[in-house]
């Protein structure tokens, strides 16, 4: 008996699942997950991704035991592995989300479309966001996101699993990358990250639905209060435990079944809606232009800060040693937890960017390591928003002075994550360095031994790189070339009702490093 393969990627659960459904129409079914070698060595990827992946997979086979299936788990690149399946039992169709991910996975995806017209298979691939694979105008993408968000949820018919014995598999509760060779950067595995599997994703939802969205707006950005105001449904949707389109229909089914007296869950519940929206939105950016994972959006930016890449600013940065409070704290936060609410993820990209002139690129990979919800298309969109090479942005600079004294007044979170910040004086928390010698003396804590000395000066440095970002926007082949970024990627979004809709008209509201 012949059967359909379906090939689980960044989509681990059965529910509103188009490959699985489609899949199950056409007869029997047999469910993989392929650990790729190759794409555990990117310099994207890190041990908590791993980890993550495989709690979900755990929880994914425990979703399919209840329909009377297993998941395989098989090791190796995914055409030797589909061609291993298919000459032991071949299959008459794959069946997976598209996938808009990272360079290897572009190329991957094409190896794998090669392999099944080689062999006469034809290829199911299913939308998992509102993005539009070849999407000709951005003019259409719009309406194509709507589209998509208001259809019915794909329910699963009654599923025949292919029942022959399956070639030796792998289970999660054992997999491990050591036999990978794997980098260094992938033991990173923050002690306080959150789990995966689709169970905790629908507690996360239900949580922030029925509570904690009355704390979204105002309390996302300061990250003091972000851990509990923000959804933190991001990682869920970035490995698919949840679609984006089942959050899209339950929060508006949660706006329409919400009481009169409960305004200030319906203002978060709104203003979240409007960030699902821009979730996909930068997505289609990578997805109609791989290319920005590794080259500006605008190559008039092309050479602004490659060549001059200052590796001992670099190293600060990751060790917490800038000499800023915040910017320090943030960094061993994202360490500890994986993750960080997105008013200090662009301020961490903006200090990157600006007062230490670092080239986005490198600083991306190290950032992806270290989002525990690295999702590829938003990831990239924003590095290069934050740093002034899209072309058609405004220049975003995050004073990491003023931002503390904005979002941490009292100083609680430096000094949760700085230890030695807890016995400088409140008036110098955020500048430690203008303690004078005495001030030093009197707590024992001594800049440039016990809290590093900034690396640069913020303000000569800021004003350098701007100045030098604004000669470059100002060349006439630079501000010629504008256009076609537009043309390709800036939003078409209509706000027809303004007191329904929060999805604006401009190319990305001020604060957003979307994290949700």
């Known amino acids: 008996m012949s059967y359909q393969l379906v090939w689980f990627k960044r989509d681990l659960r059965c529910e509103d699942h188009a490959a699985l459904v489609e899949a199950a129409k056409l007869g029997p079914i047999r469910c993989i997950y392929v650990l790729e070698p190759t794409l555990w060595m990117q310099p994207d990827v890190a041990l908590q991704h791993f980890e993550f992946i495989r709690e979900c997979l755990h929880d994914l086979d425990a979703q399919l035991h209840l329909l009377g299936g297993t998941l395989e788990i098989h090791e190796g690149e995914v055409t030797k592995v589909l061609n291993n399946i298919w000459e032991s039992s071949p299959f008459q169709g794959l069946h997976s989300h598209q996938e808009t991910g990272n360079g290897f996975t572009y190329s991957r995806d094409q190896e794998v479309g090669k392999w099944c017209q080689s062999h006469g298979i034809h290829w199911g691939e299913y939308p998992q966001f509102g993005?539009?694979?070849?999407?000709?105008?951005?003019?259409e993408w719009h309406a194509h996101w709507q589209k998509h968000m208001e259809a019915p949820l794909c329910k699963l018919p009654t599923i025949q699993?292919?029942?022959?014995?399956?070639?030796?598999?792998?289970?999660?509760?054992?997999?491990?990358?050591?036999?990978?060779?794997?980098?260094?950067?992938?033991?990173?595995?923050?002690?306080?990250?959150?789990?995966?599997?689709?169970?905790?994703?629908?507690?996360?939802?239900?949580?922030?639905?029925?509570?904690?969205?009355?704390?979204?707006?105002?309390?996302?950005?300061?990250?003091?209060?972000?851990?509990?105001?923000?959804?933190?449904?991001?990682?869920?949707?970035?490995?698919?435990?949840?679609?984006?389109?089942?959050?899209?229909?339950?929060?508006?089914?949660?706006?329409?079944?919400?009481?009169?007296?409960?305004?200030?869950?319906?203002?978060?519940?709104?203003?979240?809606?409007?960030?699902?929206?821009?979730?996909?939105?930068?997505?289609?950016?990578?997805?109609?232009?791989?290319?920005?994972?590794?080259?500006?959006?605008?190559?008039?930016?092309?050479?602004?800060?490659?060549?001059?890449?200052?590796?001992?600013?670099?190293?600060?940065?990751?060790?917490?040693?800038?000499?800023?409070?915040?910017?320090?704290?943030?960094?061993?936060?994202?360490?500890?937890?994986?993750?960080?609410?997105?008013?200090?993820?662009?301020?961490?990209?903006?200090?990157?960017?600006?007062?230490?002139?670092?080239?986005?690129?490198?600083?991306?990979?190290?950032?992806?390591?270290?989002?525990?919800?690295?999702?590829?298309?938003?990831?990239?969109?924003?590095?290069?928003?934050?740093?002034?090479?899209?072309?058609?942005?405004?220049?975003?600079?995050?004073?990491?002075?003023?931002?503390?004294?904005?979002?941490?007044?009292k100083g609680f979170f430096v000094r949760k994550w700085l230890p030695r910040m807890r016995q400088v004086p409140d008036i110098w928390l955020f500048e430690p360095w203008q303690m004078t010698q005495e001030e030093q003396n009197n707590i024992g804590i001594y800049v440039g031994k016990d809290i590093p000395q900034p690396?640069?000066?913020?303000?000569?440095?800021?004003?350098?790189?701007?100045?030098?970002?604004?000669?470059?926007?100002?060349?006439?082949d630079v501000r010629a070339g504008k256009k076609n970024v537009i043309d390709k990627h800036a939003s078409r979004a209509k706000m027809t009702d303004r007191k329904n809709s929060r999805v604006k008209t401009a190319e990305a509201s001020p604060q957003l490093t979307l994290e949700f």
């Open 131 to 139: 993005v539009a694979r070849g999407l000709k105008n951005r003019n």
């Open 455 to 476: 690396i640069v000066d913020l303000a000569i440095a800021t004003k350098i790189s701007k100045d030098r970002l604004h000669a470059r926007r100002n060349l006439s």
């Open 161 to 409: 699993f292919w029942k022959a014995s399956p070639a030796p598999n792998l289970s999660a509760h054992r997999l491990t990358p050591s036999s990978m060779q794997a980098p260094a950067h992938l033991k990173h595995n923050p002690p306080l990250r959150q789990r995966g599997g689709r169970s905790l994703a629908l507690k996360t939802l239900n949580s922030f639905l029925k509570q904690r969205s009355k704390w979204y707006r105002g309390g996302i950005s300061s990250p003091l209060s972000a851990p509990d105001a923000c959804s933190r449904l991001s990682v869920y949707l970035s490995y698919g435990c949840l679609s984006i389109r089942e959050v899209v229909q339950a929060t508006n089914e949660e706006l329409l079944q919400m009481s009169p007296d409960a305004s200030r869950r319906k203002s978060g519940l709104v203003a979240f809606m409007s960030r699902l929206y821009w979730h996909c939105h930068f997505i289609q950016k990578l997805e109609s232009e791989p290319e920005i994972e590794w080259q500006n959006m605008h190559r008039g930016y092309d050479a602004l800060r490659e060549n001059e890449f200052n590796d001992d600013y670099f190293n600060a940065l990751k060790d917490g040693k800038t000499g800023w409070p915040m910017v320090d704290a943030c960094v061993v936060m994202l360490r500890q937890t994986g993750w960080l609410n997105f008013r200090m993820r662009a301020m961490l990209v903006s200090v990157a960017a600006y007062p230490l002139w670092l080239h986005w690129k490198p600083v991306g990979d190290w950032l992806a390591t270290q989002f525990l919800d690295y999702e590829p298309g938003i990831h990239w969109s924003q590095l290069q928003m934050q740093s002034g090479t899209t072309g058609i942005n405004l220049t975003r600079v995050y004073n990491p002075i003023k931002q503390a004294q904005d979002h941490d007044q």
